[in-house]
């Protein structure tokens, strides 16, 4: 089981950027997918989450801003992230397990590198 995340970089407040979570050595639909960040000096935070039968999960905190999609035929999970303001500067990961609840509690066994997505002007 790989991940490979991509397509962080530095975007000005107010931009969108998208996300790839490519993966490898299993398939999207027995595995859930989260997406997490950290930035300097916090804690990791749980951002969406896609299960297998293709349902999602958003934290509160990116609710109507992140959206988390997949195309299975890429093997690969996206964030779409729109609006993006400076406090989203952090490096962005993604991870999996075969469970939901994992994977949602932050406690996903598989994770990928970290991309890095900074905000500024």
């Known amino acids: 089981v790989q991940l490979q995340a991509s397509g962080g970089g530095l975007v000005q407040p107010g931009r969108s950027l998208r996300l790839s979570c490519a993966a490898s050595?299993?398939?999207?639909?027995?595995?859930?997918i989260g997406w997490f960040r950290q930035a300097p000096g916090k804690e990791r935070e749980g951002l969406s989450a896609?299960?297998?039968?293709?349902?999602?999960f958003d934290a509160d905190s990116v609710k109507g801003r992140f959206t988390i999609s997949r195309d299975n035929a890429k093997n690969t999970v996206y964030l779409q992230m729109n609006n993006l303001k400076p406090e989203d500067t952090a490096v962005y990961y993604c991870?999996?397990?075969?469970?939901?609840?994992?994977?949602?509690?932050?406690?996903?066994?598989?994770w990928g590198q970290g991309t890095l997505v900074t905000v500024s002007s």
């Open positions: 050595g299993f398939t999207l639909d027995k595995y859930a």
């Open positions: 991870a999996t397990d075969t469970s939901l609840r994992a994977v949602i509690s932050g406690k996903p066994h598989y």
């Open positions: 896609i299960s297998g039968s293709g349902s999602t």
